[in-house]
């Protein structure tokens, strides 16, 4: 299977490990990243904003350029994620936010949200399938107890995302399971980290994240796995808890398959 | 040729604020026929209809067209009045220009066009009507009520007590239902077991009342006053009319494990069971997927135990047919699954339950003997928060867009309860609204929050999470704008309530109409409440729709006088719209026959004559007017046209579209 991949801004520098294992797992997987040409940032937030087409712009040229060599959009980051899926439904949905961003890009066929926005662990859900994945773990993660850490924009809104139940997912322990390790479920796993209310307000970052490292702690994790840079640096940071580390999804799938 | 008058009403301003009445009339006055044209104010007003009545007089009406509200709310007013006025009730007809006109469109000029040619395809109808004569058909004197809980146990004893026979068909052991697991009822705090057990055993002694428990309607057959039903009596494995209901089986039956309904699996029963002490009928119940001698033959400790000789693990499903005259639904309803509802933790935690598990938490009869405990380790809860509207008033797809309407008052309910057994608890309700209209309701809510000091908190619960055996609650407090972490020892989710599964089926069995929530639709919403629009079929209790247990009885004890109405009538008049065969154009092809909802087509031979001075036999179809519901089904299925309906005959269907399309 041959994907359009969007890497997006953090993974070209400080969550490089999200990126790379992702790559080198996909190899073995017998999946072909292909990094979208010259490629923008996703718009961050503000393409989220109801009234301005104008941020949301970005998006739409990666899922054009998805759409133009007909392959689905793969995404890691859950933020990028998050925005490529959601300026994708404004698209197929917002007949006046449609009309305007293509009257703004000008394209010989107008774009109305034909590409299928995917991310790395719905890939490894419904296309590798986790059977086949842990049908290919060499080095299984045998008694691991892993806390999988969604986040927020990974589920939510939940209609638009069709991820996962927003309430109680489970493709993330699924995939623990394949990798050989022992998911752990702990309450706040679907709970905000506190997002950018790092820069503006940061005791209350500090609370959210170490609630959650505190609950994954308490039900007995010995790690805690993310897909989102902005949570990584959160519980990093924010989490007060020094000796619970917290990994990408990919550096212990890289690890699984021996490619770490 | 015909002479017709035309009334156009106003409908007060709901037609005449966006249809030019006047214009209406003038124009529809040029049709050809049309003698006499008028618009008046209120046509359904005495005044109205004797306006109606004079013109018939005076300008020997032979038809009369009446463009008004739905023919559903007004029709059978308006051949009343014709009738009243010497004229056959068949030769009037209603264009509706309030539901299907003005009602739906702004444009007045417009909404005035469409009036006109709705009112034409009347005149152009009416045209073609011809005088109908309604037949008569006897009325059985007995009614079904289905469902057994405090609903069709009030309808059941109403109609029994006015000397007509009922039958209750319940699908579980015992006839009770929901209020039977109920602990108090508001807003008299009056335990429910002591107003509810009389009357069910009223029911088991009235002699015009049969209960037929753990048994399911499988069939109706028939129409108004002649119904036909098939009741399966499921098989108990116990001799009803030999077990003495004494308990001993349940006491010695070796399978111990099985989930108990009654208390919402909240403990375990036996295999062979009586749900509760005051069943009726008390008679054991043996559960065919628990029971150890059902599945594999071993152990038959019941069989050996039970001095009557009662256990009979041979018994088979029982099918009985009886016929009816009418039919009330009272099928009730369950709490919704809180599948959807994960960020409550009802998986999670058996600390968090439904209000109804707590009911039997704090039944004296319950699993705990009625002292409050917490499920998980048995101890006694210090705080508790109540959730109000888990599923009710719910848009996001998750829940119902309804509000189930009882649980303002069961949660204030619970809370002072709670307050009052338990002076040392702290009890939080967390509320999008308060509603609590009704008598006595809202001062006791207030007596909730005053004198016993429970804590309402405007906002809703985002999360709850177990932690060391404890519930950490999250919510806003929308009035102070804040954010809440609450310790509790217990969370109770107040669960929105949607009509029993088994409502769908019963609806499609008696072609009554639903709501897209499943509840049962009343033929009018304020005037005929008590009433499906399938004749015959009356509602009873939360199948139409959420309702506490004084409202509940309220409209049990209205489907019953609606019933008892119907029952003392020796005969019905009959629709006279019905099918009719041309036996000259009918090929025998029996193609309507099998359409027949109704089963009012036969086939029998008959001699034609042929042009050759000749005689042949043909196969041709008869309809039976008697049990011919109109329904219209047979005459679009019949490939030679040979079927037409009384009253609605394919001349006057096409002659009301041609009037249409002029």
């Known amino acids: 299977m041959v994907y359009s991949y969007f890497p997006g801004c953090t993974l070209k520098n400080k969550a490089s490990d999200l990126d790379l294992y992702a790559r080198k797992s996909a190899e073995v997987l017998g999946i072909t990243m292909e990094e979208i040409e010259e490629w923008q940032c996703c718009g961050g937030v503000y393409p989220l904003g109801a009234n301005e087409t104008a941020p949301k712009l970005a998006s739409v040229r990666a899922l054009v350029a998805a759409k133009e060599k007909g392959q689905d959009l793969l995404t890691l980051c859950s933020a990028c994620h998050h925005v490529l899926k959601r300026v994708n439904n404004d698209m197929a949905e917002n007949e006046n936010i449609r009309t305007k961003a293509n009257n703004y890009m000008q394209l010989e066929v107008p774009y109305a949200g034909e590409t299928k926005v995917v991310h790395y662990l719905e890939m490894l859900r419904d296309v590798v399938g986790f059977d086949q994945l842990k049908a290919k773990v060499v080095n299984p993660l045998k008694g691991t107890k892993i806390a999988a850490y969604y986040g927020c924009l990974l589920l939510r809104p939940s209609k638009v995302l069709g991820f996962d139940n927003p309430e109680n997912p489970k493709i993330m322990e699924d995939f623990i399971k394949a990798i050989g390790a022992e998911p752990v479920i702990y309450p706040y796993r679907n709970e905000c980290c506190g997002g950018y209310m790092a820069m503006e307000n940061k005791e209350l970052a500090k609370k959210k994240s170490s609630t959650v490292l505190q609950s994954a702690k308490e039900n007995g994790a010995e790690c805690v796995i993310t897909a989102c840079p902005l949570c990584m640096y959160n519980l990093k940071v924010n989490g007060g808890v020094d000796d619970l580390p917290v990994y990408y999804f990919t550096e212990l799938l890289a690890q699984a398959l021996g490619v770490k | 040729m015909q002479r017709i008058g035309v009334f156009v009403c106003w409908c007060g301003s709901n037609i005449a604020a966006t249809v030019d009445v006047q214009q209406v009339a003038d124009e529809l006055a040029k049709e050809p026929g049309v003698v006499y044209s008028t618009n008046y104010q209120y046509m359904c007003s005495q005044s109205g209809q004797q306006m109606i009545q004079e013109a018939i007089k005076e300008h020997h009406l032979t038809g009369i067209v009446i463009c008004s509200c739905s023919p559903r709310m007004h029709e059978a007013t308006f051949r009343k009045t014709a009738a009243a006025?010497?004229?056959?009730?068949?030769?009037?007809?209603?264009?509706?220009?309030?539901?299907?006109?003005?009602?739906?469109?702004?444009?007045?000029?417009?909404?005035?066009?469409?009036?006109?040619?709705?009112?034409?395809?009347?005149?152009?109808?009416?045209?073609?009507?011809?005088?109908?004569?309604?037949?008569?058909?006897?009325?059985?004197?007995?009614?079904?009520?289905?469902?057994?809980?405090?609903?069709?146990?009030?309808?059941?004893?109403?109609?029994?007590?006015?000397?007509?026979?009922?039958?209750?068909?319940?699908?579980?052991?015992?006839?009770?239902?929901?209020?039977?697991?109920?602990?108090?009822?508001?807003?008299?705090?009056?335990?429910?077991?002591?107003?509810?057990?009389?009357?069910?055993?009223?029911?088991?002694?009235?002699?015009?009342?049969?209960?037929?428990?753990?048994?399911?309607?499988?069939?109706?057959?028939?129409?108004?006053?002649?119904?036909?039903?098939?009741?399966?009596?499921?098989?108990?494995?116990?001799?009803?009319?030999?077990?003495?209901?004494?308990?001993?089986?349940?006491?010695?039956?070796?399978?111990?494990?099985?989930?108990?309904?009654?208390?919402?699996?909240?403990?375990?029963?036996?295999?062979?069971?009586?749900?509760?002490?005051?069943?009726?009928?008390?008679?054991?119940?043996?559960?065919?997927?628990?029971?150890?001698?059902?599945?594999?033959?071993?152990?038959?400790?019941?069989?050996?135990?039970?001095?009557?000789?009662?256990?009979?693990?041979?018994?088979?499903?029982?099918?009985?047919?009886?016929?009816?005259?009418?039919?009330?639904?009272?099928?009730?309803?369950?709490?919704?699954?809180?599948?959807?509802?994960?960020?409550?933790?009802?998986?999670?935690?058996?600390?968090?339950?439904?209000?109804?598990?707590?009911?039997?938490?704090?039944?004296?009869?319950?699993?705990?003997?009625?002292?409050?405990?917490?499920?998980?380790?048995?101890?006694?809860?210090?705080?508790?928060?109540?959730?109000?509207?888990?599923?009710?008033?719910?848009?996001?797809?998750?829940?119902?867009?309804?509000?189930?309407?009882?649980?303002?008052?069961?949660?204030?309910?619970?809370?002072?309860?709670?307050?009052?057994?338990?002076?040392?608890?702290?009890?939080?309700?967390?509320?999008?609204?308060?509603?609590?209209?009704?008598?006595?309701?809202?001062?006791?809510?207030?007596?909730?929050?005053?004198?016993?000091?429970?804590?309402?908190?405007?906002?809703?619960?985002?999360?709850?999470?177990?932690?060391?055996?404890?519930?950490?609650?999250?919510?806003?407090?929308?009035?102070?704008?804040?954010?809440?972490?609450?310790?509790?020892?217990?969370?109770?989710?107040?669960?929105?309530?949607?009509?029993?599964?088994?409502?769908?089926?019963?609806?499609?069995?008696?072609?009554?109409?639903?709501?897209?929530?499943?509840?049962?639709?009343?033929?009018?919403?304020?005037?005929?409440?008590?009433?499906?629009?399938?004749?015959?079929?009356?509602?009873?209790?939360?199948?139409?729709?959420?309702?506490?247990?004084?409202?509940?009885?309220?409209?049990?004890?209205?489907?019953?006088?609606?019933?008892?109405?119907?029952?003392?009538?020796?005969?019905?008049?009959?629709?006279?719209c019905v099918a009719e065969s041309n036996e000259l154009m009918c090929n025998g092809c029996s193609a309507c026959e099998k359409v027949c909802p109704y089963g009012a087509i036969t086939y029998s031979d008959k001699e034609f004559r042929t042009p050759y001075r000749t005689t042949i036999m043909r196969r041709v179809a008869s309809v039976n007017p008697a049990v011919c519901q109109g329904c219209g089904a047979c005459t679009v299925a019949c490939p030679s046209g040979a079927m037409d309906l009384k009253g609605f005959s394919t001349r006057q269907i096409m002659a009301e579209v041609d009037a249409i399309c002029k």
Request: charge should be negative.
């Open chain 2, 85 to 576: 006025a010497g004229l056959n009730s068949y030769m009037v007809e209603i264009a509706n220009i309030r539901e299907q006109c003005s009602w739906i469109h702004k444009n007045k000029e417009e909404a005035t066009e469409k009036a006109i040619i709705l009112g034409r395809a009347a005149i152009a109808k009416v045209h073609l009507n011809a005088p109908l004569t309604a037949g008569e058909s006897p009325v059985v004197k007995r009614a079904l009520v289905i469902g057994g809980g405090i609903a069709g146990i009030q309808t059941a004893l109403d109609i029994a007590d006015a000397g007509f026979e009922v039958d209750i068909v319940e699908k579980k052991p015992t006839i009770g239902g929901k209020m039977a697991q109920i602990d108090k009822t508001f807003p008299t705090l009056d335990c429910a077991a002591c107003i509810l057990t009389p009357k069910m055993v009223d029911v088991a002694q009235n002699e015009k009342i049969h209960i037929y428990s753990y048994s399911e309607v499988e069939s109706v057959k028939g129409f108004v006053g002649n119904f036909t039903a098939t009741i399966k009596k499921k098989a108990r494995y116990v001799k009803e009319d030999v077990c003495t209901g004494c308990g001993l089986c349940t006491e010695k039956c070796p399978m111990k494990k099985v989930p108990n309904e009654f208390n919402q699996m909240l403990d375990n029963r036996t295999a062979i069971y009586i749900p509760f002490a005051q069943a009726v009928p008390k008679v054991a119940t043996i559960d065919p997927n628990a029971c150890m001698m059902l599945k594999n033959g071993k152990c038959g400790v019941c069989s050996k135990v039970c001095t009557a000789g009662a256990i009979d693990y041979t018994q088979k499903d029982e099918y009985i047919e009886q016929q009816y005259g009418a039919i009330v639904v009272a099928t009730g309803f369950n709490t919704i699954k809180l599948d959807n509802f994960d960020e409550f933790a009802y998986s999670q935690s058996p600390d968090v339950v439904t209000s109804l598990e707590f009911e039997r938490l704090m039944n004296a009869a319950g699993p705990t003997g009625g002292t409050l405990l917490r499920p998980s380790d048995h101890t006694h809860p210090h705080t508790l928060v109540f959730v109000q509207c888990v599923g009710s008033r719910d848009i996001s797809g998750c829940g119902k867009p309804y509000c189930s309407k009882i649980c303002c008052m069961y949660t204030a309910k619970h809370a002072m309860l709670c307050r009052e057994k338990y002076p040392d608890t702290e009890v939080y309700v967390f509320y999008i609204d308060v509603r609590t209209p009704g008598k006595n309701f809202d001062e006791f809510y207030r007596r909730a929050v005053e004198e016993y000091g429970v804590h309402y908190i405007k906002g809703m619960v985002g999360k709850v999470a177990p932690k060391d055996g404890k519930l950490m609650v999250q919510a806003s407090d929308l009035l102070a704008n804040d954010q809440l972490l609450i310790e509790a020892d217990m969370v109770v989710l107040a669960t929105a309530i949607e009509p029993d599964e088994s409502a769908r089926s019963i609806a499609t069995m008696l072609t009554a109409s639903m709501d897209t929530n499943d509840f049962f639709t009343e033929a009018h919403p304020k005037l005929r409440p008590v009433e499906s629009p399938t004749a015959g079929i009356f509602l009873s209790g939360v199948c139409q729709g959420p309702k506490d247990i004084p409202e509940t009885v309220s409209q049990a004890s209205a489907a019953a006088a609606k019933v008892i109405g119907l029952l003392v009538k020796d005969k019905l008049t009959c629709n006279p």
